[in-house]
């Protein structure tokens, strides 16, 4: 995502269009949705996938 679009001022011609964005805003967030990480374990596994693959090129 460029960084610029964090500025931008968001422009609201309409009442309808202050609605939907209020009712989004406004909403719940569904947090059961999220994937729990195991970042060492996928560190893990990310740097032996690189050791074997590094290894290979060698040979």
């Given at each position: ?24 805003l406004n909403k ?19 740097s032996s ?11």
């Open positions: 995502m460029a960084t610029v679009s964090f500025d931008k001022k968001i422009v609201i011609n309409n009442n309808e269009s202050m609605d939907v964005l209020l009712k989004s719940e967030i569904d947090k059961s949705d999220h994937k729990k990480i195991d970042v060492v374990s996928e560190l893990e596994r990310s996938l690189l050791r074997r693959s590094f290894s290979r090129s060698k040979t």
